[in-house]
């Protein structure tokens, strides 16, 4: 668990060096605590099977490296090591390159990057360095110089060519990440709802919501739209986002580069109300073989073994008001489509695990999980129409939409 | 608040009705630093309730409206109702004495520019009493239109803004004239103090960047109020409309922002430097550059939207162009420093750490200005951390500078130099620790304008370490206001020049007489006093003619209060706008009529 | 006023450029103006097309969509008749100008008196025409076009109601005993650069709402 105390007292230097040994070795809790941390990471991700994630060589430097530094007192780099190790190991962190746009960002990022490292330090060692040079001292004069224009011209050529250094890349990157998706593109809309995300496959006859499946490797052309106000589209370790405006079609196209078990993270990020820091949704890559089954099984109507009895319990409820079960009459559109609700790992638009015991809550009275959900109350207790006894048939109902 | 008001100006009229009545605009800068100032600590709270928030995953201290309320408010406050009357406070005070003026150009208006204010910031800030917009200070359509937002908050947002902007509106065109047209024989452009140079160049933005703000407020309170669709998309109507206007009005307002701090940094720095500054040229030159960049780069605001490939290409080099003036300014602060004998008071730390941070700020605006790296950055923690550095690391340090430079002028007492220490290292540590690891939470993915996160995104400990960072620049402005009272108690020593300024508001007694100066002088360089200390030129003679001053006026408050009820009555009942109405003409009439001789 | 300079009220008399500040401030207020008339033609022009496209009438010009053909509303003929009475009106503003610069009371008097009356004729115009328009079915709501064309006519109109009252309380103001005082010429002088300007803004205005198809 999280355990802020420890981490009040750190000091930055002391923590990153810890975090670099990965060692943890005397003295603070909070190396243990960190370092302990790191190392659930590590395990946790190692079961999973993810290639590489932590070990990256690209952001671990050797050993020596770490050492020189904290010899050679550097805090500020100690500091930017420490974003290496606690930031870019983040489930949503921009700086893992697991999409073919992402990798693009990262073309112009790392030439910024460097720009920026060196501009950085270039000034602020000036900045002290003149600072300590130049303090009164007795006899001191200062030099009246009112100006150079050798100076002025030096100083102006400098930043621009840091821009065009910039440019080059940044303007390349841009227009590559515009270009045409290829034909075989797969398709899918990519629709806003105050606060939930729905994914239409017209090509293959499939609405589903909050969890996104595509396959490795493969082109998605995605259509950004919204219902009522602004959201944005944004897995960040996929892609950057792109805005979905209402009466608007925005477009981007990227592919996966990996599949793996674990859903990648998303989340609306332009400001859309009440329960905007809860419109999260996942993204599951998978191998082409494995995406073909879960569309099949997605395009089907709702399946065959469900409880009749369950069912027209379902339907007695308001519940079709708002959501769509196909093969049923429900049909509603306000809300998520229910026909494979089973099957999906979370509910709420990613807030809650899809179990029974989640759903519970989540209908019997949406908003106090949710705020702002537009899912009125169900249960009784709430001011709904629903006993608990309906609410149980419902939700053994939706478990089995698989 | 009379009190400290009152040592500070020294005034020779007294009480609560001479305020309320004055026209004399170092009271009228008074007015507006100490009103700036609450509203920069009132802000602050907001803030601190927000870090409180998101100290922790799933905090539970606020819940998610009253979150929008408070990161909307936090940010209209500190950009309209602190920083911009802080600014405003310095040039009231300072443009004149600069200029080696006895006023502005409009004294009333002066006075009218405050009341009003003061009435916009009220309807804004009264707001929480009903319901405080949370819709953000961008306050994006549609999110802001009926359909959505049923409450007032919008309203207030709305009506609070149109108020505030007439009254910056007023100012800037007051000052703009005062600059052109109120300067001391011998003071060319060429020679005026870069504070000046920047008043005026903020002028120029304020008086270009607020109309189409007024407009676009106008169509989100026509679409709120008599059912028009200028951002209502099903109804044919452009959401992205709103955002072209807001950002053509918000992109210069961020240089209004900026752009004093500048110019307070480039006064301190050679003082205390003792030589002048380095590039008074460059300096001036890049300043015009950056407001005449700040009309072509609003779009980067934008890059997410959907634009195409050509117009993102076209706003990315021209928000990279603007790193270049800006570029140039750096250089030539530094180089400011080389060669000097510098002194280091609290007002020269300030201003030093100013380079830095402000850098910091300039340096994280470039990197996004790059549409493929700012589709990662745009909405994170990232431009949070970005703004910070800018407007925190670079206006709020400027204006530190400038309050501990001028505060012997304005009181004719010194702040302690020891508590200054303490509250500069405290302020500048609480802050870096604040919005440094603002960026490492944007690259690990946070998004912005979030009330709660999830455990298990490895965002925790940055968010933990930010809050306390924020709870420590809190103790320093504790620090500060322990000195800033205990200061205006004690007895005034400040002589005219304490510091060996080289600007015109050294050359008249600390605090300033009434009438400024006893004897207008005449500029023959750029750093006048020291001009004439090299050259043995003595002070201008005082001739003991009569000096005229303007009587004060009950008018501008009157004014003032008739069109804050115009935009009352906007929220609430026509008739109390219609009253408003007539109070405001009656105001007009009588001020045209009054006396000014 | 023979004592020192820079003294800082409303007429002060020595200026660095000089340019009255009171002139120079309407100059640089009118600047903004532009802007805020600049911004809600923008507007006008972002959403013209769209309003057609869309289909839901009224039109301002005649179109034929579906092949049905819907009648302009706009009525050029009676436009241009209020145009040339606020055109007019600057003619009787120059003349009022005249007079206070040349201490003929008279002839401001009546010049403002004449201004007053074709901008309340204009007003009187718009009033009929946005009436006119109200009977056939155009109001805020129906479509963008109704919503940017009564803006920023509105918004228009609103400047010349804003004109008329400064000009009748400076005629009031001028019937006192000592009338506009000292500086007759550069108060009325100030407001004719108000009512200039929102003239041009008609021309403007008119051009690119009725001339141009």
């Known amino acids: 668990m999280y355990d802020a105390a420890p ?14 040994d990965g060692t943890g070795t005397g003295g603070w809790d909070w190396r243990a605590s960190v370092a302990a941390r790191v ?83 270039a000034i602020m060692a000036a900045t002290i360095v003149l600072s300590l040079m ?104 996929l892609a950057g986002k792109v805005d979905m405006v209402p009466g608007r079609d925005n477009r981007m196209a990227f592919s996966a580069l990996n599949a793996r078990p674990e859903p990648y993270l998303g989340q609306c990020v332009e400001f859309c109300g009440t329960s905007h820091a809860n419109m999260r949704f996942r993204v599951f890559v998978h191998t082409a073989e494995d995406f073909e089954r879960w569309a099949r099984e997605q395009a089907a109507p709702r399946v065959s073994s469900v409880s009749r009895t369950a069912e027209e319990a379902f339907l007695a409820a308001p519940c079709l008001g708002c959501h769509t079960v196909r093969g049923t009459n429900a049909a509603g559109i306000a809300g998520p489509n229910l026909t494979h609700v089973g099957s999906r790992t979370t509910i709420g638009s990613g807030m809650l695990e899809n179990t029974p015991a989640e759903l519970r809550r989540w209908i019997a009275n949406s908003s106090a999980v949710k705020p702002g959900s537009k899912m009125p109350p169900m249960a009784q207790s709430a001011g709904g129409t629903l006993t608990d006894e309906q609410i149980d048939v419902i939700i053994g109902y939706l478990q089995s939409l698989k | 608040m009379a009190t400290v008001a009152g040592t500070l100006a020294q005034p020779t009229h007294t009480g609560v009705w001479s305020w309320i009545t004055t026209v004399d605009h170092k009271r009228i800068g008074v007015l507006y630093g100490v009103s700036g100032f609450s509203f920069f600590l009132w802000g602050g709270l907001l803030a601190l309730l927000m870090r409180t928030q998101l100290a922790v995953p799933n905090g539970t201290v606020i819940e998610s409206d009253r979150f929008s309320q408070l990161f909307t408010m936090h940010a209209l406050t500190m950009i309209f109702l602190a920083i911009m009357p802080m600014g405003a406070g310095f040039f009231n005070y300072m443009i004149p004495l600069m200029i ?72 800037a065109l007051n000052f703009a004239v005062t600059i052109i047209n109120l300067r001391a024989p011998g003071m060319t452009m060429m020679r005026m103090p870069v504070f000046v140079w920047m008043t005026f160049v903020i ?54 922002l900026i752009l004093p701090a500048m110019g307070i940094v480039s006064e301190v720095l050679p003082t205390f430097s003792r030589k002048p500054l380095f590039g008074y040229p460059a300096v001036v030159f890049s300043g015009i550059a950056i407001a005449v960049l700040s009309w072509v780069v609003w779009s980067h605001h934008m890059f997410t939207t959907g634009m195409g490939s050509v117009p993102r290409a076209v706003f990315a080099v021209n928000t990279m162009i603007i790193g270049v003036p800006t570029g140039i300014k750096v250089f030539n602060w530094l180089a400011t420093l080389y060669g000097g004998s510098i002194r280091f008071t609290t007002a020269m730390y300030f201003a030093v750490a100013f380079i830095a941070t402000f850098t910091i700020g300039g340096i994280s605006g470039v990197m996004h200005a790059s549409p493929p790296v700012d589709s990662q950055h745009q909405d994170t923690y990232f431009v949070v951390a970005h703004l910070h550095y800018v407007l925190f690391g670079g206006a709020i340090m400027g204006i530190f500078a400038g309050i501990y430079y001028w505060f012997p002028k304005m009181t004719g007492r010194f702040l302690s130099e020891a508590l200054g220490r303490w509250h500069f290292w405290l302020l500048f540590i609480g802050m870096n620790m604040t919005f440094f690891p603002m960026h490492f939470l944007g690259i690990a993915g946070m998004p912005r304008r979030i009330y709660t996160y999830d455990d298990g995104l490895d965002w925790g400990f940055w968010n933990m370490f930010a809050t306390i960072g924020s709870y420590v620049i809190a103790v320093s402005l504790l620090i500060f206001l322990v000195n800033f009272f205990r200061s205006v108690r004690q007895e005034p020593t400040a002589e005219a020049n304490p510091w060996n300024a080289p600007t015109l508001e050294w050359g008249t007694s600390s605090p300033p007489p009434e009438h400024d100066f006893d004897a207008i002088y005449t500029v023959r360089a750029r750093d006048p006093l020291w001009y004439d200390r090299d050259h043995g030129i003595a002070p201008p003679e005082v001739t003991g003619e009569h000096i005229h001053m303007p009587p004060p006026s009950y008018y501008p408050i009157l004014i003032a209060i008739g069109i804050t009820l115009l935009g009352v009555g906007a929220l609430s009942h026509l008739a109390v706008s219609a009253l408003g109405g007539v109070i405001a003409y009656y105001g007009v009439w009588g001020w045209a009529l009054e006396p000014t001789d | 006023m023979a004592h020192a300079p820079a003294v800082a009220h409303g007429g002060g008399h020595t200026t660095s450029t000089g340019t009255e500040n009171r002139k120079l401030l309407m100059w640089i207020f009118l600047g903004s103006e532009c802007l805020f008339f600049g911004s809600l033609i923008a507007t006008y022009l ?131 005993r000592n009338g506009l005082g000292r500086d007759t010429g550069a108060h009325v002088e100030i407001a004719g650069l108000y009512w200039h300007f929102v003239d041009i803004v008609w021309i403007v205005i008119f051009t690119v709402l009725y001339l141009i198809p």
């Open chain 2, 100 to 171: 080696g003026a006895r006023d502005v150009a409009f004294p009333r208006l002066n006075a009218l520019s405050y009341w009003t204010f003061l009435g916009g910031a009220s309807i804004l800030s009264l707001s929480f009493f009903f319901e405080a917009p949370g819709g953000g200070w961008f306050n994006y359509a549609p999110l802001s239109e009926r359909p959505y937002s049923d409450g007032s908050g919008i309203d207030f947002y709305v009506v609070g803004l149109l108020t505030l902007g007439l009254s910056s509106l007023m100012a």
């Open chain 1, 134 to 237: 130049y303090r009164e001292r007795p006899g001191r004069e200062a030099r009246q110089i009112h100006g150079n224009t050798k100076f002025e011209v030096v100083w102006t050529i400098i930043p621009v060519v840091i821009v065009l250094v910039m440019m080059v890349p940044t303007l390349d990157s841009l227009f590559k990440l515009d270009e045409e998706p290829p034909a075989d593109a797969l398709k899918v809309e990519v629709i806003g709802h105050q606060w939930w995300f729905e994914f239409r496959y017209p090509e293959l006859d499939i609405v589903t919501a909050n969890e996104l499946h595509i396959p490795e490797g493969r082109v998605v052309d995605y259509a950004l739209r919204s219902v009522d106000v602004i959201h944005s589209f944004w897995v960040p370790q």
């Open chain 1, 39 to 121: 190392g659930t990471v590590a395990g946790a991700w190692e079961g999973t099977g993810v290639r590489a994630r932590v070990a990256a060589p690209r952001r671990t430097p050797g050993r020596p490296r770490i050492r020189a530094l904290r010899r050679g007192l550097v805090p500020l780099a100690l500091v930017v090591l420490a974003v290496a190790l606690l930031g870019c190991d983040a489930p949503m962190s921009t700086s893992e390159i697991e999409g073919s746009w992402n990798k693009e960002v990262w073309k112009p990022y790392w030439v910024i990057i460097w720009l920026a490292g060196i501009v950085f330090v």
């Open chain 2, 203 to 256: 002028s120029v933005l304020l008086i270009l960047a607020l109309p189409p703000l007024t407009v676009g407020l106008i169509q989100l309170l026509f679409d709120r109020q008599f059912g028009t669709h200028f951002f209502i998309a099903t109804e044919g109507g452009d959401p992205l409309l709103w955002q072209h206007i807001f950002w053509v009005f918000g992109h210069p307002e961020v240089y209004i």
């Open chain 1, 7 to 20: 981490f009040a007292a750190a000091a930055p230097r002391r923590l990153t060096v810890g975090v670099a």
């Open chain 3, 46 to 176: 972002v959403f013209k097309h769209q309003v057609i496209e869309r289909g839901i009438g009224p039109f301002p010009v005649d179109v034929t969509i579906d092949g049905v053909s819907h009648h302009g509303i706009l009525d050029i003929p009676l436009t241009s008749t209020s145009t040339f009475v606020l055109l007019m009106s600057s003619v009787t503003m120059v003349l009022a100008v005249y007079g206070a610069q040349h201490a003929r009371m008279k002839m401001m008097k009546l010049g403002l008196l004449a201004t007053m009356v074709l901008g309340l004729t204009f007003l009187g115009f718009q009033v009929y025409e946005f009436r006119t328009f109200g009977h056939e079915g155009l109001n805020l709501t129906t479509n963008l076009f109704g919503a940017t064309f009564f803006v920023l006519t509105g918004f228009h109109g609103t400047h010349v109601g804003v004109g008329v009252l400064y000009l009748g309380s400076m005629l009031a103001a001028s019937f006192r």
